[in-house]
C-alpha cells in the first residue's frame, strides 16, 4: 500500500522520494534529522521565509540535496494560495549563442529558483508586442525576475502598476520600485584599464556598442576615467561604437594597421572573439603583439584562443538576490529604497 503523506506542522507534505531510502519517500522529519534541526526550520527553509540564520538555511538545503527531499508543489499551492511560480521574461531576440549572457543567467535563476521550492516560467514574447503589459501581469504567477533592463524599460512599470511582485537585474527609473540588483559597470571597467596600465600599456582603443544603454556609457566612463587619471586617453580615432553587423570590419581598418594601439578594450567578449579573429587573420599575435579585452568571462561558442582577460560576472549570485527579493516582496516586505550592487573580478586570460 503507498504511505500517505504526513504533513509537518506547517501543513507541507513529504511525498517525493530521493536517494536516502529509496524503500520509502523521503520525510521532512529526515531532513531535518540530516540538517541537526527541527522539522519546523526545514519547513521554514523550504517555504522560503526569512526566518532562519544564512548559515542554518545552507545547512538545510545541503540536507534537502542529499536526501532528495522534494515539498509536494500542488499541496503547497494550495495552502498558501500562491502559485510558487516565477515569471522570466527574456525576449527571443535575446536568446543567441552570438550573446551567451542570456542564457547563462537563465541557467543560473532556474538552478536559484529550485534552490528555493520555486519553478520558473519562461516567456520569451518580443519586446515589440503590442499587449506585452496584459501580458506578463495575467500570467498567474507570483512574481517576476527580469534582466537586460534599462530605466526607460516598459516591463518594471507595468508590473507595479499593476502591483506584481518584481526585482530586476539591471536598474529601473528613479520613481519604480529600487528593486534591482547590478554590477557597477564603471568600476569593472576601471579594473580593467587598471590592471592594462600595470602592465605597461600606454596606448589605448575601446570598442563599445552604439547603443545608449546605461551599462555601455558606463563601461566608457570607467575607461576613460582611469586612464585620464593617468594624462592618457583614448584618441577619438581608436574610439569605436559598433554593431555586430559592422565591427569586423571597423576593427580591422581602424585599430589593425600599422599605426595601432598597444591594447583595445572591448565592452563585451563577443565584441573581443571579433577583434581577435580580426587580428589573426593580420598575423597579429594576441597577448603578445597586442593585448586585448572582453567583459562577461562567459562560455562562447567554439574555442577562443588565446582565453580572454576579461570581467568576470557574479551571475549566482545576482541570480540568488534576485529570486530571494521577489520571494520577500511575495511575503510582504517592503521593497528596498535602493538597489544592490554586486561586486566583479577581473579574469586573467592570455589575451592581455
Given amino acids: 500500500m503507498t504511505e500517505c503523506p504526513v504533513p509537518d506542522v506547517e501543513g507541507v507534505p513529504d511525498v517525493i522520494s530521493g536517494p536516502q531510502e529509496p524503500s520509502r519517500p523521503v520525510r521532512i522529519v529526515d531532513v531535518a534529522r540530516e540538517a541537526g534541526v527541527s522539522p519546523m526550520t526545514v519547513s521554514n527553509v523550504v517555504n522560503g521565509r526569512p526566518l532562519v540564520a544564512e548559515d542554518t538555511r545552507q545547512r538545510v538545503l545541503a540536507a534537502i540535496e542529499r536526501t532528495g527531499y522534494r515539498p509536494h508543489r500542488a499541496a503547497v ?177 581602424a585599430l589593425l594597421g600599422e599605426d595601432r594601439p598597444e591594447a583595445i578594450i572591448c565592452a563585451s567578449d563577443s565584441l573581443a572573439t571579433i577583434v581577435l579573429a580580426q587580428a589573426a587573420r593580420r598575423g597579429l599575435r594576441v597577448g603578445v603583439d597586442i593585448a586585448v579585452t572582453g567583459f ?28 530571494e527579493m521577489v520571494i520577500a516582496l511575495v511575503d510582504g516586505e517592503a521593497a528596498p529604497e535602493a538597489g544592490t550592487l554586486l561586486p566583479t573580478h577581473v579574469r586573467i586570460g592570455g589575451s592581455a
Fill in 77 to 253: 499551492s494550495l495552502r498558501t494560495r500562491r502559485s510558487l511560480q516565477l515569471g522570466l521574461h527574456v525576449p527571443h531576440q535575446h536568446l543567441s549563442t552570438v550573446n551567451p549572457f542570456s542564457v547563462a543567467f537563465m541557467a543560473a535563476l532556474i538552478e536559484s529558483a529550485e534552490r528555493h521550492g520555486r519553478q520558473l516560467v519562461v516567456l520569451t514574447y518580443p519586446l515589440d508586442r503590442q499587449d506585452l503589459g496584459v501580458t506578463l501581469t495575467t500570467t498567474g504567477v507570483d512574481g517576476f525576475v527580469l534582466f537586460n533592463v534599462d530605466p526607460a524599460d516598459t516591463r518594471p512599470r507595468a508590473l507595479a502598476a499593476a502591483g506584481i511582485p518584481f526585482a530586476v537585474f539591471g536598474r529601473t527609473a528613479p520613481d519604480l520600485p529600487q528593486t534591482w540588483v547590478d554590477i557597477d559597470n564603471a568600476a569593472a571597467m576601471a579594473d580593467v584599464a587598471a590592471y592594462l596600465l600595470e602592465r605597461g600599456h600606454r596606448r589605448f582603443a575601446y570598442v563599445g556598442y552604439a547603443e545608449p544603454e546605461y551599462w555601455n556609457a558606463d563601461r566608457l566612463r570607467g575607461v576613460q576615467e582611469t586612464l585620464g587619471a593617468q594624462g592618457l586617453e583614448v584618441p577619438e580615432r581608436w574610439l569605436l561604437r559598433v554593431d555586430l553587423a559592422s565591427a569586423a570590419e571597423r576593427v580591422a581598418s
Fill in 296 to 323: 562577461d568571462a562567459l562560455p562562447l561558442p567554439g574555442v577562443i584562443e588565446p582565453t580572454l582577460t576579461s570581467v568576470a560576472l557574479p551571475l549566482a549570485a545576482a541570480a540568488d538576490a534576485c529570486v
